[in-house]
């Protein structure tokens, strides 16, 4: 029995896979590609506007975010504060995790609080490399 989004027929679907030069891959249910957007970014992107497209029709959405995941970077300047000079695992790790922290704000913000149950769930625990 597969367990893949396309083999359970769900309406949509995206999802994200590592590659090996270490780029992320965006895959649709209907295509692939590469994207030049933060991952971060283009899921809560996808998010709010599969959520915007469903007007006031009941919609369910389970967003995955990959941050904060290896391999560490600096995400994106405008989504967090550290200082991209102080490269240090550390550093880049706790960039991710605010960067995640504007992006999930920036989800809940397009919903209605009101009609809306959120369920937040991390599942990576913090790597060894990044404890001080």
Not at 14 to 34: F, P, Y
Not at 101 to 130: C, H, M
Request: aromatic fraction near 10%; glycine fraction near 6%; include cysteine.
């Amino acid at each position: 029995m597969s367990i893949a989004p396309r083999d359970a027929k769900y309406s949509i679907w995206v999802c994200w896979r590592a590659g090996h030069d270490g780029l992320m891959q965006k895959v649709w249910a209907s295509s692939s590609g590469r994207t030049s957007a933060a991952a971060t970014t283009e899921t809560a992107d996808d998010a709010i506007a599969w959520i915007s497209s469903h007007g006031g029709q009941p919609w369910f959405v389970w967003a995955a975010f990959n941050a904060p995941h290896a391999p560490l970077h600096f995400p994106p300047n405008d989504l967090h504060s550290y200082d991209a000079a102080a490269t240090t695992n550390r550093n880049q790790y706790e960039a991710m995790c605010e960067a995640l922290d504007t992006e999930v704000g920036r989800l809940l913000a397009a919903v209605n609080p009101a009609t809306t149950n959120v369920i937040f769930i991390g599942d990576n625990g913090t790597p060894q490399n990044v404890i001080q």
